[in-house]
């Protein structure tokens, strides 16, 4: 009875502490941590990290990549969604987006950085290992595969990249299980 009554309160706190905004309408905004590529013609590559939405952000990040050639005018973002795969679609994406969006509300945090000569290298690789990855049509928030695992596998596979993600990217001891 009292495990009950402890579970119940805690719900009760978790879903009273939980933003009241809608994911749908929650900021999406660049936040201008990422160089602008109309006026930055060198490499760039960045790792980003923003708290998962809504109670899981107390304990959580979310993880993604983006790169940008040598003189590209634009950045190619690498994430997994977990939501995707409830659509049937691959929860990977690649796609050309903005790098340092909001993740539905939380601001990033630039986690790595590379930028200039051998970079282009870099990027190349990191685009061969999130087109490697094991797991592109799986999501599980824990024990993963999720978004961290997907840039922990990225990590592994690109050990020059010298990424540690912080023990907030739940799930990305997953991608040491291949």
């Not at 590209?72 to 977990?82: C, L, N, Q």
């Not at 690109?158 to 997953?174: D, Y």
């Amino acid at each position: 009875m009292r495990l009950r009554v402890a579970l119940f309160l805690v719900a009760m706190i978790l879903s009273a502490c939980s933003s009241n905004q809608d994911w749908r309408t929650a900021s999406r905004e660049p936040a201008g941590i990422a160089p602008d590529p109309a006026i930055t013609p060198e490499a760039v590559l960045q790792v980003y990290g923003a708290d998962a939405w809504g109670w899981r952000g107390w304990f959580a990040i979310h993880t993604w990549v983006a790169a940008k050639r040598t003189g590209e005018d634009s950045y190619t973002v690498y994430d997994v969604v977990g939501w995707r795969a409830y659509r049937g679609a691959p929860v990977v994406q690649i796609a050309r987006d903005a790098p340092d969006r909001h993740w539905f509300g939380a601001p990033p945090r630039l986690l790595k950085e590379h930028r200039g000569p051998g970079v282009d290298a870099l990027i190349d690789a990191v685009d061969r290992a999130a087109r490697a990855y094991p797991w592109p049509n799986e999501y599980r928030v824990f024990p993963g595969p999720n978004s961290n695992t997907f840039v922990a596998w990225i990590g592994l596979q690109v050990p020059q990249l010298g990424l540690e993600l912080p023990f907030s990217a739940i799930g990305s001891g997953f991608a040491d299980s291949r």
